[in-house]
């Protein structure tokens, strides 16, 4: 479609969904008629729960995750297991995680995995504060639920050595997971398997 025959505003909202994640030049134009059509439907109450969650939704302050309360609902949740704690590279993680059922401690999220290639480092993710929590918290056991790539297994070994003398016994996902795999894309059985399955790191 010659760039002539579309508004500016239309063009800033293909151009805006054409940046999400699965979503190319001609998904986002199917995307932006489908949203025209369904105006009062949809798009009237999507930019609403957009604009909601803009304002309200932040990252919780101990451990990472997505919520519009501070600590986020799954840190004050008594029902979970405080000595257990597991270890993601993202917030979606956890939700996969969650889905599966196949942990009732709680998280902490480490926003992305080292990756010295991509000049990500130490102080460019959340693990500082999972040390601190690690000899501040009554911790027992820590899951690293990583992600089965070079940079999950680079940051696994980072944070094994840096857990070390904290009294904390540290495991990692076992069974399940396969080489590469990413946590988000794997079902809910065979994402409960691994957490049972885990094993000191």
């Known amino acids: ?33 489908y949203l025209l059509k369904k105006r009062q439907q949809v798009m009237e109450p999507l930019a609403f729960a957009l604009d909601d969650a ?38 979606g993680d956890l939700w996969a995680l969650e889905r599966a059922g196949a942990h009732k401690g709680r998280y902490h999220v480490l926003g992305g995995l080292l990756s010295p290639l991509d000049g990500v480092g130490p102080d460019d993710l959340n693990m500082g504060a999972l040390v601190a929590r690690a000899k501040e918290d009554a911790i027992a056991e820590i899951v ?11 940051t696994a070994h980072y944070l094994t050595e840096h857990l070390e ?25 065979t994402l409960a398997a691994a957490m049972k399955s885990r094993r000191e790191f």
């Not at 479609?1 to 134009?29: N, V, W």
């Not at 309200?56 to 029902?79: L, R």
């Not at 690293?144 to 680079?154: C, E, I, K, M």
């Open 1 to 33: 479609m010659p760039a002539a025959t579309i508004g500016p505003e239309l063009q800033r909202l293909i151009d805006l969904l054409a940046k999400m994640p699965g979503l190319g030049p001609r998904s986002a134009k199917r995307a932006a008629l």
């Open 54 to 91: 803009a304002n309200k939704v932040k990252p919780c302050s101990v451990c990472g995750n997505w919520d519009s309360i501070d600590p986020c609902a799954v840190c004050t949740d008594h029902d979970r297991d405080a000595a257990l704690l597991c270890v993601v590279q993202d917030v």
């Open 144 to 154: 690293l639920a990583l992600p089965a790539t070079v940079d999950g297994q680079t």
């Open 165 to 189: 003398g904290s009294g904390v016994k540290v495991t990692r996902l076992s069974q399940g997971v396969p080489v590469g795999g990413e946590l988000d894309y794997l079902d809910e059985g």
